[in-house]
């Protein structure tokens, strides 16, 4: 698309950000917006976009919420979810994987669109990979259970490739963003040789099975990759997919679709 030079066009619609979802979720999608603006045109402070956050960091763990283990997040993200919408916000964001697989209850409380981050990732594929069927999915355990980009890209004609739930590679993602010592929640944007290595080792071993292509499918594993060198396979980032929509619709480039 095309965008004007000046980007003069003045903002039609404000997001809301339910962040606090990974310690770096919504600071990694904020730089990102800032980033994509400037790719856009931006120079001046007054034409970055206008957006709400919440830094909602009392929200369950996902993964641990779908196994049972930890109370539903589901009235946690519908409270946020409202507060936001109470504020003026036209639309969510969610830079969270795994909380969409609650996303149906969860927008059924609300009088505006929560944006889709998983399906705007599979259209976003559709309109820019015209010559790739395997595509590589790395996540979390909550994430891959829910079958949340296996159950968009099959839809879409794709063929998911991912790791096996329980298995020794899948256990090697979970530690990379969970370990208390080295793992990605943990060492924050400073990401650890450990989970440098791991990242590494399991994109081989997607590519090995034929992934021509690997979706980061968690916020920290986005941040990850982008200080990671060396990967077997390119990869995509949900986060940087979902900024750009998210400016599509804040300026006019793509219509709400209000419920």
Known sequence: MNFPKDLLLKQKAIPGIIGGLGPLAHTTFEQILI??????????????PLWLLINAA??????ESLLGKVESCVPWLVKYGKFLESAGVDFLVVPCNTAHAFYEPVQSHFKIPWIHLIDCTTEF?????????????????????????????????????????????????????????????????????????????????????????VIAGCSELSVGFYETEKLALPWL???????????????????????
Request: zero cysteines; charged letters at 25%.
């Open 58 to 63: 009392n929200i369950p763990d996902r993964t």
């Open 125 to 213: 594929i559709i309109e820019n990979y015209h010559d790739i069927k395997k595509i590589g999915i790395l996540s979390t355990d909550g994430t891959l259970r829910a079958a949340l980009y296996h159950n968009s890209l099959i839809k879409a004609g794709f063929i998911p490739i991912s790791l096996q739930l329980g298995s020794e590679f899948q256990k090697l993602i979970m530690n990379t963003i969970y370990d208390l010592s080295w793992g990605i929640k943990a060492t924050g944007s400073k990401i650890s040789p450990p989970a440098q290595k791991n990242l590494r080792t399991i994109v081989d071993y997607l590519a090995s099975l034929g992934a021509e292509i």
């Open 35 to 48: 980033e994509q603006s400037t790719k856009r045109g931006v120079k001046r402070d007054q034409d970055y």
């Open 237 to 259: 980032d949900p986060l940087e997919i979902i900024a750009n929509v998210t400016l599509d619709l804040a300026f006019g480039y793509r219509k709400i679709v209000n419920l």
